[in-house]
């Protein structure tokens, strides 16, 4: 259409409805040819200057789709890794594992394992010892005890520490070693043996301790600005990763409503259970506190004679284990062992012959091969083979 008065916005209009099209002209748009006084201004380039156009074109293109087709991202390197720690460590490590790893180089690329001790006096530890390059050729059989604390149980994988004198400790927790389901939690291994759900990945829980940690009013300005400003930096990424924040209060509560029994420990324990046929698991003949008095008499025994009389109670229990794994009740052995577990390293030899058998009657082989290698090397300071690694090297 010749004469139309060209819009006063041109190429960058960004009005494309039909009607203001036909009624106005944009020059050096795609929806109009240039009019013929523009065609004079701007000449069309030769066809030699064409060709080379289209060349450089052609090479922008090529090597932007090599870069694409190269590129990887942060997590997807380290999946070799992953595999590597599946093979060391029995289990496989959730998503969030990487990805915090990946938030971790961001912030320390030299020493992303101690980002977390100046505002929490938390070190990453276990299977990011792989990521760090430390583990490479060490057995199964070392690994598995890497950073276990004397009351861990082979559910759980420890992967931060504390470098306080009362043990503390995190790490992942799953009932099933083939499954990617954990919790985060924490236990202080030279006050107790009981465990406290932090979070549903190491996102929410590390925030949950920021958090908690900020509510103290005795913090100076400084420190406080630098506990607010990790916590700030954990959330938006957490935002960014969709990661589930719910904090431990929920979690504890849906957690109560799966497990079958609390055992000693406290985060309890969940098998398989059939309710139609009422098979998987039946409860302790003794409550906890039945059962830890039990314990503690046989522990503080110290007259062999009467160590019998004592253990009487115990085998009575033991006995209701053995008829309860000939029914497929396997859940009651592993409350047992694990309580026996708990409670020291007084009863050993009941460990090694309830627990074991239990994780294999529940398809659980990865933890009777943990809790084998625990027991045999059970100590109160927890195994670092990096650090005899590095003394050695």
């Known amino acids: ?4 008065p060209v819009c006063k916005y041109g190429a960058s209009c960004y009005r ?3 009607e203001h099209l036909h009624a106005f002209s944009h020059p050096l748009t795609a929806k109009e040819s240039p009019s013929p006084s523009s065609q004079e201004e701007l000449p069309e380039s030769p066809p030699a200057a064409k060709k080379a156009k289209k060349e450089e074109d052609g090479v922008n293109i090529q090597s932007n789709t090599e870069i694409s087709s190269s590129f990887v991202s ?3 390197a380290l999946e070799p890794c992953r595999k590597q720690i599946k093979e ?6 959730p998503d969030d594992f990487t990805q915090f790893w990946d938030f971790c180089k961001s912030l320390d690329s030299c020493h992303p394992e101690l980002v977390l001790m100046s505002s929490l006096h938390l070190e990453l530890v276990g299977p990011f010892h792989v990521l760090r390059g430390q583990l490479t050729g060490v057995p199964w059989q070392q690994c598995v005890l890497q950073d276990r604390y004397f009351y861990d149980p082979p559910e759980l994988v420890t992967v931060l520490r504390s470098d306080d004198d009362r043990g503390f400790h995190l790490g992942y927790f799953r009932d ?8 985060v939690v924490s236990n202080s291994a030279n006050v107790d043996c009981e ?3 932090e979070g549903c990945n190491l996102f929410s829980a590390v925030r949950f301790l920021l958090k908690n940690k900020l509510q103290d009013k005795s913090i100076k300005k400084t420190k406080r600005q630098e506990l607010e400003h990790i916590e700030s930096l954990i959330k938006n990424k957490a935002e960014e990763l969709h990661l589930d924040m719910q904090e431990p209060k929920g979690l504890i509560t849906k957690r109560n409503r799966t497990i079958n029994a609390k055992c000693f420990h406290k985060i309890g324990l969940s098998v398989p259970f059939d309710k139609s046929t009422e098979l998987g698991y039946r409860p302790l ?9 039990i314990l503690d008499r046989i522990a503080a025994c110290t007259i062999e004679a009467k160590r019998p009389s004592l253990m009487e109670p115990l085998q009575e229990i033991v006995t209701y284990v053995l008829f309860a794994n000939d029914e497929c009740d396997y859940g009651m052995g592993l409350e047992l062992g694990l309580d026996l577990f708990m409670h020291g390293d007084q009863f050993h ?3 090694l012959t309830l627990l074991p058998l239990a994780y294999e009657l529940l398809y659980r082989d990865e933890y009777a091969r943990i809790i084998k290698e625990h027991v045999n090397h059970r100590d109160r300071t927890p195994l670092n083979i990096c650090a005899t690694i590095n003394t050695v090297n």
């Open 88 to 93: 060391q460590f029995l289990v496989d490590m």
């Open 176 to 183: 099933d070693p083939k499954s990617l389901d954990c919790l």
């Open 195 to 197: 465990f406290r759900i």
């Open 74 to 76: 942060p997590s997807a």
């Open 285 to 293: 003949p003794v409550t906890d506190g039945e059962l830890r008095k």
């Open 349 to 351: 030899s009941l460990v």
């Open 16 to 18: 494309k409805n039909a």
């Open 1 to 4: 259409m010749a004469g139309k």
